[in-house]
């Protein structure tokens, strides 16, 4: 049986954390059709973005779960909570990464990517309070050892803390499968392009 570790991501575990995320999300519905990955660099630039987008999550509070197995990062989940800084707090973490996001102009597929951002818009009607599960993704090499189910353990937790809902969307009809399985309810769909979006809550227990 694999022994399963998980704990807050540290800044120095931010890089490889990051890589992993991207990896795996280069092959999902919605990022594989937002972004053109045939195009140079395009996954080491997400990859810079995400770093950035993740530290300014960090410095609001909100929480980044990896998943270790002998040490290694197998899996990590961002999960994105009300922040509670002022806007000019927030704005002074966000300018930063607005400036370095600019080289994935290129990247973009504009005509998917304008479609897909009203698919993915938060739903409405998601009872209060909730937390948002923003990503979640497993190694290739740890996929079927319950790194994934640890993780959604540890996120269940953090919302039980404070009687939160868990709030997600995904454009995988599997994880879709997956998190109905785990006792996810589908608040709403939205079909765009060749996808369905699947946004999903779990209520707080």
Not at 17 to 33: C, D, P, V, Y
Not at 58 to 64: A, D, E
Not at 158 to 182: F, P, S, V
């Amino acid at each position: 049986m694999v022994e399963i570790e998980c704990n807050p991501i540290r800044k120095e575990e931010l890089e490889k954390g990051m890589e992993l995320l991207m990896h795996s999300f280069k092959e999902e519905a919605i990022t594989s059709r937002a972004f053109d990955f045939t195009k140079e660099n395009t996954e080491q630039i997400l990859v810079k973005l995400s770093i950035l987008k993740a530290e300014a999550y960090l410095q609001s509070g909100s929480p980044i779960l990896v998943a270790k197995v002998n040490g290694e990062i197998a899996g990590i989940a961002i999960v994105k909570e009300k922040s509670t800084l002022t806007k000019r707090q927030m704005l002074d973490i966000i300018w930063p990464t607005g400036i370095r996001a600019l080289p994935l102009i290129t990247k973009l597929n504009w005509r998917k990517a304008a479609k897909l951002g009203r698919a993915i818009k938060e739903a409405e009607n998601i009872p209060e309070p909730f937390i948002t599960l923003e990503a979640i993704a497993v190694h290739p090499d740890y996929r079927g050892f319950g790194v994934g189910k640890a993780l959604m353990k540890e996120v269940q937790a953090i919302a039980a803390e404070e009687g939160q809902t868990i709030y997600l969307y995904t454009g995988d009809k599997k994880n879709e499968e997956i998190y109905r399985h785990l006792g996810y309810g589908t608040l709403e769909q939205r079909a765009v392009e060749d996808i369905v979006v699947y946004h999903m809550i779990k209520k707080a227990v």
